[in-house]
């Protein structure tokens, strides 16, 4: 256990400093810089403490990434002792390092055996800008140079960069300056929200067949690739039908079109399998992989490469004019290293399969199955999301329920827990070392944050 922290300056000289210099993510910096950010200071297991001293049960793994937990004594060593040999060079210059060898040995190990390259980056948005370059060039070296379209879902999240904005399909972000020429959406597979009286299964292979009829209105000859999320992370948790990925899969065969999943949330055993895809049972082209990869640790991402993809590039492709100063970073990659031989090693993918992710879902259901305020629960292994609803019978949503949901989040800070408001949904992604009994502080004080909000609106 660490020693307690001490803070080195009053928290409101924290706070005043960070308002003449920063412009945080996603949130209005005027409101923020008037209320104070809340300053966290230390991290052990799955608990975080701010500069108050009040202590916070993390139910979003930092943003879906601290898969070990904080404090990893393996990771930090790992990190110093590739510090002390060799702190950085690059992968230009005809040039390469141990460590980066290394991890991805590691990593295809664990993959399906259908993959074989990887290019590194330093973050999932850059995972999927260089998917863009590289679906495209990889299209120009078989003879179809025209195959240039991108198709993502509205709602769907793939980054904060230009071109991993237009990716994704969060038209607020779009409003901001993120696009880009040749890139379209379809329909998400939100079932709750827009099924109307379709059942699941019908619904799914409805949002399905819009990629079909999006492919056709666009030429199969003129798209490179489908890209999504095997759920949706920042959207809302959002868990497709089973009927969705097999039809997503058989029209991208179809019409030759290739399947890029965004693994940046789902990968490293999240839902309790190694990778999401293999949670839902399909089978990319491409998987834009980062967060737990290094348990965030340090920054690092990479897309990963089917052999189809990667025989032609480097076969026929000749010079692949990519590349970042730090892909594969050697601390990156020793970090990753240790990170992965933990996760594999101490058996941690296994029990979140089989024992900690089960429990969690059961906790969920039993906690908030007939809760007046929840008309959904969604989730696999570590993550799950609580769909807010007006009337359960009848799927209505509050027409306030971004409010609601913030207003819930704010209820969690309280009462010691960190979870996300997505919409009208409550998210949350615990660590994957997260114990039994941390999940009962989880799943209680969730529920204390959800029956608060209830008695808002008059559900309770």
């Known amino acids: 256990m660490n020693l307690p922290f001490e803070p080195k300056r ?22 923020l810089n008037a209320e104070g950010p809340r300053v966290i200071v230390r991290g052990e297991g799955v608990y975080l403490w701010d500069s108050e001293g009040k202590r916070y049960l993390d139910g979003m793994s930092g943003l879906w990434c601290t898969q070990l937990g904080y404090g990893r004594k393996d990771l930090t060593a790992a990190a110093a002792a590739q510090m002390d040999q060799l702190a950085y060079y690059n992968m230009f210059f005809h040039t390469t390092h141990p460590a980066v060898i290394e991890l991805s040995e590691l990593l295809f ?28 060039r990889y299209w120009q070296v078989v003879g179809q140079p025209q195959k240039k379209i991108m198709i993502g879902r509205w709602n769907g999240y ?10 994704g399909g969060m038209k607020f972000m779009h409003e901001m300056g993120g696009l880009i020429p040749d890139v379209a959406h379809i329909d998400e597979p939100y079932w709750y929200a827009e099924g109307g009286d379709l059942t699941p299964a019908e619904f799914g292979r409805r949002c399905a067949l819009q990629l079909e009829e999006k492919i056709l209105e666009l030429g199969a000859e003129n798209v490179a690739g489908f890209i999504a999320e095997p759920f949706q ?47 839902f049972g399909f089978e990319p082209d491409t998987l834009s992989i980062a967060k737990g990869l290094t348990s965030g640790y340090v920054p690092m991402g990479g897309l990963v490469l089917s052999k189809r993809m990667a025989d032609a590039l480097v ?15 050697p601390v990156a990659a020793a970090v990753a290293v240790a990170n992965l031989k933990a996760l594999r090693d101490e058996g941690i993918v296994r029990s ?32 799950a999301a609580l769909q807010f609803a007006e009337d359960k019978q009848t799927r209505k949503r509050f ?15 309280e009462e010691g827990v960190i979870i996300r408001s997505t919409l009208g949904r409550m998210i949350m992604a615990p660590a994957l070392v997260t114990t039994r009994a941390e999940l009962d502080e989880l799943v209680d004080k969730t529920l204390i944050a959800v029956d608060r909000t209830a008695r808002m609106v008059g559900k309770l």
Request: include cysteine; charged fraction near 20%; glycine fraction near 12%.
């Open 10 to 31: 009053q928290t409101q000289d924290y706070q005043k400093s960070d308002a003449a210099h920063h412009i945080h993510a996603f949130l209005d910096q005027k409101a």
């Open 109 to 136: 190990s664990l993959l399906p055996g259908h993959y074989s390259h990887v290019i590194y980056t330093n973050s999932g948005s850059e995972a999927n800008e260089v998917l863009i370059r590289t679906a495209r």
């Open 158 to 167: 793939h980054g904060s960069t230009l071109a991993a904005t237009a990716l």
């Open 233 to 279: 992370g920042a959207g809302g948790m959002i868990f497709p039908p089973e009927s969705y990925w097999p039809e997503i899969q058989r029209i991208c065969r179809q019409y030759d079109v290739l399947l890029c999943a965004d693994e940046v949330i789902g990968g490293f055993g999240r839902t309790g399998e190694w990778f999401a895809h293999e949670h």
């Open 315 to 329: 076969e026929r492709g000749g010079v692949f004019a990519h590349g970042l100063t730090y892909s594969g970073h």
């Open 352 to 383: 979140v399969k089989e024992d900690t992710g089960p429990y969690l879902q059961q906790l969920l259901r039993e906690a908030f199955g007939n809760h007046p305020m929840i008309g959904e629960i969604q989730g696999s292994g570590m993550l």
């Open 399 to 413: 027409d306030n329920e971004n409010d609601l949901a913030w207003q819930c989040r704010t209820f969690g800070f």
